[in-house]
């Protein structure tokens, strides 16, 4: 029987954002309070980190929007707090994806390894003008290129722990689905930006592909019993049980 992981919600502070961005062309005008998730997984022989959350608060209220970012939601203390971990304590980061929002403090991770898929690698450095503004080069160049280890398609990173291409948000945004003592959590990133998108087949408004991403919210359900959405906010910080089923 493959080996099970625990996880843990690490809140990376928080957006405002117009709601019909995350829920395609629905609830316009209103604005709504968005948690940054980051995720980390341990318990089977490995720290993993699932994304790491935004590099300066500053930064996303100039480029972005209204951001705010408790002490404890940086991700060196978020670690310290939830696990008592310094960020050389971890040995695998995943991106789900290159936004700014999910890959702010790679650099941190010194001794880490970093997987991605090598399409979202190629999108990020090559975006289309409606996502030039989120990606952010400094964040995901200033990691030693030989940390990275660029894949394709679906991989066992570590027994119990996969990642799945799953597009649609962006070229090559995957998911990681997690083997739990409570079924297979997708740590799902921002195909299901809130838990609404996946429950009622309600894509977000950020895409590089609608197709896909109806495609990749399928893939999500047929895989996982449970959820773990990139900024849903129902999940609480340092949660590690009870995720949403799907
Ligand atoms: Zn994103």
């Known amino acids: 029987m493959t080996q099970t992981w625990k996880v843990i919600a690490l809140k990376m502070g928080e957006l405002t954002v117009e709601k019909s961005t995350l829920t395609y062309?629905?609830?316009?005008g209103q604005s709504m309070v968005i948690p940054i998730w980051a995720t980390a997984v341990y318990g089977g022989g490995y720290n993993i980190l699932v994304d790491t959350g935004i590099h300066d608060v500053q930064w996303v209220r100039d480029n972005c929007g209204p951001c705010a970012q408790a002490d404890d939601e940086h991700i060196v203390e978020a670690l310290k707090q939830g696990l008592g971990w310094s960020p050389d304590d971890?040995?695998?980061?995943?991106?789900?994806?290159?936004?700014?929002?999910?890959?702010?403090n790679n650099k941190l991770f010194k001794k880490a390894r970093f997987i991605l898929q090598e399409t979202e690698w190629k999108a990020a450095h090559n975006p289309i003008p409606s996502q030039k503004g989120i990606y952010l080069?400094?964040?995901?160049?200033?990691v030693d290129y030989f940390a990275w280890k660029f894949v394709h398609n679906e991989v066992e990173v570590v027994p119990g722990v996969k990642v799945f291409p799953t597009p649609g948000h962006s070229d090559g945004h995957q998911s990681v689905l997690v083997k739990t003592e409570e079924g297979n959590l997708?740590?799902?990133?921002?195909?299901?930006?809130?838990?609404?998108?996946i429950r009622e087949n309600i894509p977000a408004g950020i895409l590089t592909s609608t197709k896909d991403i109806f495609d990749s919210m399928e893939r999500v359900r047929s895989v996982a019993d449970r959820i773990l959405p990139g900024h849903e906010p129902i999940i609480k910080k340092y949660q590690t049980c009870d995720f949403p089923t799907l």
């Open 25 to 28: 062309f629905q609830d316009f």
């Open 90 to 104: 971890v040995d695998i980061i995943i991106n789900t994806h290159l936004h700014y929002d999910h890959c702010g």
């Open 137 to 142: 080069s400094e964040l995901f160049d200033s």
């Open 186 to 197: 997708c740590i799902s990133g921002d195909v299901s930006n809130l838990l609404v998108n």
